[in-house]
């Protein structure tokens, strides 16, 4: 099953294929022998490198294409495909470790000790699939990608104040995001 995660990693799992979240190396990021996953840049972003390495991380375990023991590509590497200061990978790694889901193995590598993900991948697949429809629709409707993402964004937080039951904040977000897309 391919799944396209557009979230800035490449897993190696299930055939998944995703694209990069934007920019990157020519030819892609960084992924080592036994590492799932593959780093790629924003420049344009406005989010700084080592928490884009951290997002990409954080997503992939989200979505369950990494898994605990698999390794994360080797600073080295990453240094050497991205063009980034070692410092900032090791930052990244670090903040990782102290969210307690990664462990450093001296000698070995970076590895996982824990997932985040909520979904199993057939869930997501069908879910991934309304997505793209969805997608479709507001490429049809006219929308470019930052009038997606508005639109998306607000869907989103409206939904969680639903969810919490706060209408009298659903209606200012409303407000404020009115016209944005």
Do not use: C
Not at 116 to 131: D, F, I, R, T, Y
Request: aromatic fraction near 4%; charge should be positive.
């Amino acid at each position: 099953m391919a799944i396209d995660k557009g979230i800035g990693a490449r897993a190696g799992r299930s055939g998944a294929s995703p694209a990069s979240a934007g920019g990157g190396a020519p030819g892609g990021g960084p992924r080592g022998p036994g590492s799932p996953i593959e780093f790629r840049l924003d420049p344009a972003s406005g989010v700084p490198t080592y928490l884009q390495l951290v997002h990409q991380v954080e997503h992939a375990l989200r979505l369950g294409y990494l898994k605990p023991g698999d390794q994360l590509p080797k600073v080295r590497d990453v240094v050497a495909s991205l063009a980034i200061n070692p410092n900032t990978v090791l930052k990244a790694y670090k903040e990782l470790e102290v969210k307690g889901l990664v462990a450093g193995r001296p000698g070995q590598g970076t590895f996982v000790r824990a997932t985040l993900g909520q979904v199993a991948l057939p869930e997501l697949a069908g879910l991934h699939k309304s997505l793209l429809g969805w997608l479709s629709a507001a490429d049809a409707a006219g929308l470019d990608q930052d009038g997606i993402v508005a639109l998306f964004t607000s869907a989103l937080r409206d939904f969680h104040e639903r969810r919490r039951g706060t209408g009298d904040r659903r209606g200012a977000a409303s407000a404020e995001t009115e016209g944005v897309a």
